[in-house]
């Protein structure tokens, strides 16, 4: 078995540290391209497996000898890096290497390498590969499905990131991380795939529950048979969708890619170890928290206004300039009721610093640097 580490392993180096949030494809092939050569593969052009729509090389690295298959990739939304990197510490872990004859593994470590270089949920084409499911109207989508019908596996993992608005349902806690095991079917039956799915996410959340800096919950399983897991679900494939989530100050997500490493090891242990399904496994599963999306950056709670005291909500809106990510901070309303909490909130009835300096633009850019509101990078 894998043995599950907490927190920040020193036997982890080469991606976690070089690879920032946001990376230029190219970083990233000559990262990886260090990275494979400990599995006696020499070079990148020995692992691609198809072009995206701009030509850049999308790789599919095989390991393993065991006899149960699992396909996992990331990055199908060009703006979810941390799951990327969560692979990368798993391959560069010095605990993989003894465990690959006890499964095989198939990793597409970015399925949309132009959305990754872009900073963009979509590809080049503005198309969703996690809504092409059965269109396959994108080249990444066809290679998607060809590696899925190749290689037959017995578990997927599609890993994706979510963004920093998911909370509990009573707004008190943030979600570091959610999963869900997706639904197969208009009516969401609950199948022997779906047992299946729920069993990993159930480890996965009883391992790792309170090691959180706020909740691991349960992503709604709504179906859409255009979404690549609800396709996998419905054809008898078990698969759990992982989202890594945010907390706090981490908007490097530095702490959810550990985080997403050891629910990788979980997984991959409780697939390997063949714990069967019991009939406690649904119940334990709709146990995990539901998640809403009531949650912004920053409250800015008795603002004085003309109209009274009032809050102000504002969210970080990521964008890329000169292969840097900043974080620019949008007003997207005031006394809004969906809205329950934030990952920092200030109340000006208890902030002596507060200059009145507070700057709203016409693009709704907020800036005050008595509460140091203001763009920053990662």
Not at 45 to 63: A, P, Q
Not at 104 to 125: C, F, H, M, Q
Not at 186 to 196: A, C, F, N, Q, S
Not at 219 to 224: G, L, Q, S, T, W
Request: glycine share 6%.
């Amino acid at each position: 078995m894998l043995p599950i580490t907490i927190g920040r392993n020193p036997s982890i180096h080469l991606c976690t540290y070089m690879l920032s949030r946001y990376y230029t494809y190219s970083q990233f092939e000559s990262y990886f391209s260090t990275l494979i050569r400990r599995f006696k593969i020499e070079s990148l052009e020995e692992i691609e497996i198809g072009k995206s729509v701009l030509g850049k090389s999308i790789y599919g690295l095989k390991l393993g000898t065991g006899s149960t298959k699992i396909l996992a990739w990331s990055q199908m939304h060009g703006n979810e890096s941390t799951t990327t990197r969560a692979l990368c510490q798993l391959l560069e872990s010095v605990d993989i290497e003894n465990n690959l004859n006890s499964f095989k593994l198939y990793i597409i470590p970015i399925l949309n390498p132009d959305g990754a270089e872009s900073w963009t949920r979509v590809n080049a084409n503005n198309v969703d590969l996690n809504r092409d499911a059965m269109d396959l109207s994108q080249p990444e989508s066809t290679i998607l499905r060809k590696v899925i019908n190749d290689y037959q596996p017995d578990y997927c993992l599609n890993l994706h990131g979510q963004r920093t608005i998911y909370g509990s349902l009573d707004g008190k806690s943030p979600v570091q991380m959610s999963f869900l095991a997706p639904a197969g079917d208009k009516d969401r039956k609950i199948t022997e795939v779906r047992l299946k799915s729920m069993n990993v996410i159930n480890h996965i959340y009883s391992q790792l529950k309170n090691k959180v800096n706020g909740i691991i919950g349960r992503y709604d399983d709504a179906f859409n048979i255009n979404c690549v897991g609800d396709y996998l679900t419905s054809v008898h494939i078990p698969t759990i969708l992982f989202e890594a989530g945010h907390s706090g100050s981490d908007y490097s997500r530095d702490e959810v890619t550990y985080l997403v490493h050891d629910s990788l090891v979980v997984a991959l242990n409780t697939i390997n170890d063949g714990i069967s399904q019991k009939n406690t496994t649904l119940r334990s599963y709709e146990d995990i928290p539901a998640i809403a999306s009531n949650f912004t950056d920053v409250l800015i709670k008795n603002y004085p206004s003309k109209n009274g005291f009032t809050s102000l909500y504002i969210q970080y809106h990521e964008q890329i300039n000169a292969n840097k990510l900043y974080f620019v901070p949008i007003l997207i309303g005031l006394n809004r009721k969906d809205i329950l909490n934030a990952h920092e909130v200030i109340d000006l009835s208890d902030v002596s610093t507060f200059e009145n300096d507070l700057v709203i633009d016409e693009n709704l850019e907020v800036y005050s640097e008595s509460l140091n509101i203001k763009i920053f990078t990662n």
